[in-house]
């Protein structure tokens, strides 16, 4: 067993990473981020990921830095979330400057005061149309990074683990379901109402992901009509 520390938003995606390396047997340690996103719904569902699987997690507070990546639908309210198909180029508006790289060189930092061998993160293939840093190219750049920045300090075998970063939403969905993971229990929504508004990239591509997997989706929306997106 090793240890590994994941970023995990609460998400379909990390959540899903998060129960992928617990039932590999790997120690975890969850870590997310409170940036000042619309969604802050998420870090609930994060934390019950990780109670849930007996894993330490901390929230990490970068609101002051998150207000200062202005222009983004996320973090800056005076932007509009788009709404319609996640490869749309409206979706463009969804970017936050530098996100990833941020929060892995955070994580990356924690996993060398704890010696673990590994990060985690759950970019996958759906996101690679709208963001540059979830592409393997931007994975494989960001692990060298890592090595070279801590060298001494950390074993030369350090990873980056991207495990989805070559599939599907949908196939992430079908692992999931495999594996048990609470779907009700995580959250998409960029919008950060009471409930999935159904509407913005992330509610269309996790319904989207539920009917290609042809898997259940518990989800609750406030819009139900896929037509009406």
């Known amino acids: ?26 120690e975890l340690v969850c870590v997310s981020f409170d940036y000042g996103q619309r969604h802050a719904r998420e870090l609930d569902c994060a934390g019950a990921c990780a109670e849930r699987l007996a894993a330490d997690h901390h929230v ?12 983004s639908a996320l973090t800056d309210r005076t932007v509009d979330v788009p709404e319609g ?11 936050v400057p530098n996100r990833n790289a941020i929060m892995l060189s955070v994580t990356v930092g924690i996993a060398v005061a704890r010696s673990a061998g590994a990060v ?16 393997p190219a931007f994975i494989e750049a960001f692990e060298r990074e890592a090595r070279l920045a801590n060298e001494g300090f950390i074993d030369p ?3 980056v683990l991207a495990p989805f970063v070559d599939l599907t939403k949908d196939e992430i969905v079908r692992i999931g379901d495999r594996i048990g993971v609470p779907f009700a229990e995580t959250w998409s929504c960029y919008v ?13 591509e996790r ?19 896929p037509a009406a997106v």
């Open 60 to 71: 990490l507070d970068l609101r002051a830095v998150g207000s200062l990546l202005s222009g």
């Open 120 to 135: 985690a993160t759950a970019v996958h293939a759906g996101d690679h149309p709208i963001y540059p840093d979830c592409r």
């Open 1 to 26: 067993m090793s240890r590994v520390v994941a970023t995990v938003s609460g998400g379909l995606d990390s959540v899903t990473l998060a129960h992928v390396l617990a039932g590999e047997g790997h």
């Open 207 to 225: 319904r989207e992901a539920f009917e290609l997997a042809g898997v259940a989706d518990p989800t609750e929306y406030d819009e139900h009509d």
């Open 192 to 204: 950060g109402g009471d409930r999935h508004c159904g509407r913005c990239g992330t509610c269309v």
């Open 85 to 95: 198909h996640y490869a749309d180029e409206s979706m463009a508006a969804t970017v």
């Open 157 to 159: 075998g350090f990873r």
